[in-house]
């Protein structure tokens, strides 16, 4: 296991954190948007290296966990992030509500199914957190998961309980687990969705629910703060990153996966010496073969 790359952005591991106190701005001195397209290039190109060598050396996968309230940039941040990463090395899956099937299983199964291989990335847009974020919100969701009991004095902290110990047997295993709260204002949020209805474009994002469930934003901000402080540890950090400028957020998630990604020391594997010898007589046999 690993210890988190420090950021203004960490979310401790005592119990601290404060959804009041968590920026939804860049600070004032944030680069301007050359600076941070430039900064965001150099990232993605670090972050394409990167990929290549995970997926040789064959040891650690890396789990990428992104939860945000909507319109908070989920989608275009894994684009952004991810643009020069090989695709064979890359899986990303969103999830939404439960099927049928999904609900036959405990809360953990779907995602786990979803999970990645050794030397690949994983992307989860949202995640098994929606059992403690949303469920928590509308808790009569959890009349239609047919569980042999439920104790609603209880089952958050049941469930939270099982997500620290699932991060903990991952973390053991060689997967490196990165959790982003991409933090959007409520303000921008709004200003996002009249966005959404007022560009032809983009009138295929908005969505009645997702505006209608604004009523509840004081809830969630409660469910969030609640969620980060008992699952955020060095194996499996959670960032609150602020998300009200999506260009600044998306440079401070790349350079956070990359910073990770180069405390592993990863390097390309070297051939075992019997492996070198039969490479040696290989490149005799091609240097002499003109044909």
């Given at each position: 296991?690993?210890?988190?790359?420090?950021?203004?952005?960490?979310?401790?591991?005592?119990?601290?954190?404060?959804?009041?106190?968590?920026?939804?701005?860049?600070?004032?001195?944030?680069?301007?948007?050359?600076?941070?397209?430039?900064?965001?290039?150099?990232?993605?190109?670090?972050?394409?290296?990167?990929?290549?060598?995970?997926?040789?050396?064959?040891?650690?996968?890396?789990?990428?966990?992104?939860?945000?309230?909507?319109?908070?940039?989920?989608?275009?941040?894994?684009?952004?992030?991810?643009?020069?990463?090989?695709?064979?090395?890359?899986?990303?899956?969103?999830?939404?509500?439960?099927?049928?099937?999904?609900?036959?299983?405990?809360?953990?199964?779907?995602?786990?199914?979803?999970?990645?291989?050794?030397?690949?990335?994983?992307?989860?847009?949202?995640?098994?957190?929606?059992?403690?974020?949303?469920?928590?919100?509308?808790?009569?969701?959890?009349?239609?998961?047919?569980?042999?009991?439920?104790?609603?004095?209880?089952?958050?902290?049941?469930?939270?309980?099982?997500?620290?110990?699932?991060?903990?047997?991952?973390a053991m295993n060689g997967t490196i687990v990165l959790k982003f709260w991409l933090n959007v204002s409520k303000e921008e949020q709004r200003q996002r969705f009249l966005a959404r209805l007022d560009e032809p474009d983009k009138n295929w994002k908005?969505?009645?629910?997702?505006?209608?469930?604004?009523?509840?934003?004081?809830?969630?901000?409660?469910?969030?703060?609640?969620?980060?402080?008992?699952?955020?540890?060095?194996?499996?950090?959670?960032?609150?990153?602020?998300?009200?400028?999506?260009?600044?957020?998306?440079?401070?998630?790349?350079?956070?996966?990359?910073?990770?990604?180069?405390?592993?020391?990863?390097?390309?594997?070297?051939?075992?010496?019997?492996?070198?010898?039969?490479?040696?007589?290989?490149?005799?046999?091609?240097?002499?073969?003109?044909?």
């Open positions: 296991m690993f210890d988190a790359v420090e950021s203004p952005y960490l979310v401790p591991t005592d119990g601290s954190f404060t959804v009041a106190s968590a920026l939804t701005g860049k600070p004032q001195d944030a680069p301007k948007k050359k600076h941070l397209r430039q900064r965001l290039a150099r990232a993605t190109e670090r972050l394409s290296e990167l990929q290549r060598v995970l997926y040789a050396h064959d040891r650690y996968s890396v789990l990428l966990i992104f939860q945000a309230m909507d319109a908070a940039g989920k989608d275009s941040t894994i684009r952004s992030v991810l643009t020069g990463v090989n695709p064979a090395g890359c899986q990303v899956f969103s999830f939404k509500q439960p099927s049928k099937e999904e609900l036959d299983h405990d809360f953990l199964w779907r995602t786990s199914r979803n999970l990645p291989e050794r030397g690949r990335i994983g992307v989860f847009n949202r995640s098994y957190y929606e059992e403690v974020l949303v469920v928590r919100v509308h808790p009569e969701i959890l009349e239609s998961q047919r569980l042999p009991r439920v104790d609603r004095a209880t089952v958050w902290q049941e469930r939270l309980e099982s997500i620290r110990n699932h991060e903990q047997h991952l908005f969505a009645v629910a997702d505006c209608e469930e604004r009523r509840f934003w004081g809830e969630y901000m409660a469910a969030y703060e609640e969620a980060l402080n008992a699952t955020s540890r060095s194996w499996a950090p959670w960032y609150a990153v602020p998300a009200d400028s999506k260009p600044y957020m998306r440079v401070v998630v790349a350079e956070l996966v990359v910073a990770t990604l180069e405390r592993l020391n990863l390097e390309y594997p070297s051939p075992e010496p019997e492996d070198q010898a039969k490479f040696n007589r290989m490149r005799e046999l091609l240097e002499g073969d003109e044909h």
